[in-house]
């Protein structure tokens, strides 16, 4: 089965400072990978996924993530965080399997992202 | 466009009783999920239809849990009797047709429904 791993449950960053939200992934063949945000009382909003292309993947908000293949990585970036940018954030990725044999979203354990004025 | 719409956003019940969550998905979205998310974890899927029909279930608890989506449209999830373990945040999200098979869709989320089980 496909997966994904966020080896850290909380992040703390100062206002406009950059942020990184780490996320490992582990599949077999072609990773498609997903970033999404969740604030309080909320349901999962999405950021951006990478398919394919550039390794560089631009999304809402001003996040980026970067693709890296040799260290199978797909961790979530901006350059200057804002108050508002503090929430949990969800790695997902697709996994293929269940009893209908089809692809099926998977997510992280999730980030708590925490930026201080 | 209108999102996806959950109710009701917050039941307390006592363990052993019964509780129904609903959803209706975006118009014209063909597939709609149900996870449940505990504090502290990531959401985990319990279900996942295309259309009317269920695509996967191999993690819903089915001697407790039902779901269905008459009609290819709104759907209900039903959990009876409940457990303590049960507390959680039931989301539902829905994704529009094309991308499906190649698991590329992305998921709209509604606020969810958070279950207390005493």
């Known amino acids: 089965a496909q997966s994904v791993a966020q080896p850290e449950d909380q992040v703390n960053v100062a206002e406009g400072n950059p942020l990184t939200v780490k996320c490992t992934y582990s599949v077999s063949g072609n990773p498609y990978l997903f970033w999404y945000v969740q604030y309080p009382n909320r349901g999962l909003q999405f950021l951006l996924k990478?398919?394919?292309?550039?390794?560089l993947v631009k999304g809402s908000y001003g996040f980026e993530a970067e693709f890296n293949k040799s260290q199978t990585s797909f961790h979530l970036k901006k350059p200057s965080a804002l108050v508002s940018d503090s929430a949990l954030y969800f790695c997902?990725?697709?996994?293929?399997?269940?009893?209908?044999?089809?692809?099926?979203?998977?997510f992280g354990r999730g980030t708590s992202l925490i930026v201080h004025p | 466009e209108a999102g996806v719409a959950q109710s009701p956003r917050y039941k307390i019940i006592e363990k052993r009783q019964s509780v129904a969550f609903w959803c209706n998905p975006i118009s014209g979205h063909a597939t709609l999920y149900w996870y449940q998310q505990i504090l502290g974890q990531g959401p985990k899927l319990l279900i996942q239809f295309q259309n009317n029909g269920v695509v996967d279930d191999s993690q819903l608890p089915k001697d407790r849990f039902s779901a269905e989506r008459l009609k290819g449209v709104d759907s209900t999830l039903k959990i009876q009797p409940a457990k303590l373990e049960d507390s959680a945040v039931y989301l539902c999200?829905?994704?529009?047709?094309?991308?499906?098979?190649?698991?590329?869709?992305?998921?709209?989320f509604g606020a969810g429904s958070r279950l207390t089980v005493l």
């Open positions: 990478y398919i394919t292309g550039d390794n």
């Open positions: 997902a990725v697709r996994d293929w399997g269940g009893s209908g044999g089809s692809y099926i979203p998977t």
């Open positions: 999200a829905s994704s529009p047709p094309g991308q499906q098979s190649s698991g590329a869709n992305v998921l709209t």
